[in-house]
């Protein structure tokens, strides 16, 4: 898993819906979003999310047209900083994110690699706290993660 990462919305709200924004800083060196993303998340971040823009405003402009300022600033400042992965949940724009070479993983992604680095004892508790919470996911995932954690259910 990447060393820098940049949260998208989404990423921010679902973790910090079911208490679990702390994960972030466990797992990644860097946790950057972008003051399009700070506005929509409209919460007080922690010392330890930097804010940082896209310096390249062509670029940007160009991915407004194409996706909502949070996804497209993220990904405009991944191309910027060495090594980046954005966490993006919307299939949309990891495509987008994804056909210039910007590496992503979504909310669902960290919680498993979360549950893999022992800060997460059940994952599917935390998947269906954040769907509880307005998460969206289609059913045919879901039932995916349901049989690949099914060891989960019976913990929780």
Same mark, same amino acid.
Request: aromatic fraction near 8%; proline fraction near 1%; charge should be neutral.
């Given at each position: 898993?990447?060393?820098?990462?940049?949260?998208? +919305? =989404?990423? *921010?709200?679902? *973790?910090?819906?079911?208490? %679990? *924004?702390?994960?972030?800083?466990?797992?990644? $060196?860097?946790?950057?979003?972008? =003051?399009?993303?700070?506005?929509?998340? $409209?919460?007080?971040?922690?010392?330890?999310?930097?804010?940082?823009?896209?310096?390249?405003?062509?670029? %940007? +402009?160009?991915?407004?047209?194409?996706? #909502?300022?949070?996804?497209?600033?993220?990904?405009?400042?991944? *191309?910027?900083?060495?090594?980046? +992965?954005?966490?993006? #949940?919307?299939?949309?724009?990891?495509?987008?994110?994804?056909?210039?070479?910007?590496?992503?993983?979504? +909310?669902?992604?960290? %919680?498993?690699?979360?549950?893999?680095?022992?800060?997460?004892?059940?994952?599917?508790?935390?998947?269906?706290?954040?769907?509880? =919470? $307005?998460?969206?996911?289609?059913?045919?995932?879901?039932?995916?993660?349901?049989?690949?954690?099914?060891?989960?259910?019976?913990? $929780?």
């Amino acid at each position: 898993m990447a060393k820098t990462v940049i949260a998208n +919305t =989404s990423c *921010l709200i679902s *973790l910090h819906n079911i208490g %679990l *924004l702390y994960i972030l800083q466990k797992l990644f $060196g860097e946790v950057y979003i972008t =003051s399009d993303i700070q506005r929509v998340f $409209g919460q007080s971040l922690p010392d330890w999310i930097k804010v940082q823009n896209p310096k390249n405003s062509e670029l %940007l +402009t160009t991915f407004y047209a194409k996706l #909502d300022k949070g996804e497209a600033s993220a990904i405009a400042l991944a *191309l910027e900083i060495q090594n980046a +992965t954005v966490i993006i #949940d919307e299939l949309k724009g990891r495509k987008f994110a994804e056909s210039y070479n910007v590496k992503t993983v979504g +909310t669902i992604g960290i %919680l498993i690699f979360a549950k893999e680095k022992g800060l997460v004892v059940n994952v599917m508790e935390e998947i269906n706290k954040i769907i509880e =919470s $307005g998460f969206r996911i289609s059913k045919k995932l879901l039932t995916e993660l349901n049989d690949e954690h099914r060891e989960d259910k019976t913990k $929780g």
